[in-house]
């Protein structure tokens, strides 16, 4: 059984996987993430019946996003991957984001996706990546008014992530080759795409698994 969190956002999520969905949990985590991670994970558990000692591995979203939210999700990962003596994996949480909306709008296997998350003073962190989901570029500090050149200079098609940039849409001239995913599915990163990716990734180590934060604290 394998634990996973992504706690990047203003959204947290965890999912118990194995091989599928087994069970899953998400809440507000401004100002919370603190107080509600662990008893969440624990209540998570418990609710299907499993303990601590049922897990046989942890993955954790690294980022980029809110440097609080990583810091408490990587380290509660660290922790239990090394009292516990587990497999423990780490993805960017903008590879997460981009995976759901590329399934989200049908899987295009020639559409680059153009992920991206808050960050503060009007910036957005970006990622780009290629039609087979590979990161094609560094991970980006971008000022939001400047989205719309970002997109119009991209490959086409563009399948676009989250909700900064979904927002935004109106803005980026209707262009034919964007591609919107609908209904909130890709606004943030979700901690099941996150274990659907994590679940074949061999072990990182401690060492491996870091939060991405692009700009200092």
Do not use: C, N
Not at 65 to 92: M, N
Not at 105 to 127: C, N, W
Not at 170 to 190: H, I, K, R, T
Request: glycine letters at 12%; charged letters at 15%.
């Amino acid at each position: 059984m394998m634990l996973a969190m992504e706690t990047s956002g203003p959204v947290a999520s965890l999912v118990l996987w194995d091989g599928q969905l087994v069970g899953a949990e998400s809440f507000e985590s401004a100002q919370q993430l603190a107080q509600r991670l662990v008893p969440s994970i624990s209540a998570l558990l418990s609710s299907r019946g499993l303990a601590l000692s049922d897990l046989a591995k942890v993955a954790v979203g690294l980022g980029p996003g809110s440097f609080t939210g990583l810091r408490i999700g990587v380290t509660t990962a660290r922790t239990l991957a090394h009292a516990l003596r587990l497999p423990l994996v780490g993805l960017s949480s903008l590879q997460v984001l981009a995976e759901q909306a590329w399934i989200a709008v049908g899987r295009p296997s020639d559409a680059h996706v153009l992920a991206v998350a808050r960050s503060k003073r009007g910036e957005v962190y970006a990622a780009r990546l290629g039609p087979g989901r590979e990161l094609v570029s560094p991970f980006l500090l971008v000022e939001e008014r400047d989205l719309g050149a970002l997109v119009s200079g991209l490959p086409k098609p563009l399948v676009l992530a989250g909700r900064e940039l979904l927002g935004r849409v109106p803005e980026l001239g209707g262009d034919d080759g964007l591609l919107v995913p609908s209904g909130g599915v890709a606004d943030g990163p979700d901690a099941a795409v996150l274990a659907t990716l994590a679940w074949p990734l061999p072990d990182a180590g401690l060492a491996g698994v870091t939060p991405i934060y692009v700009r200092r604290s």
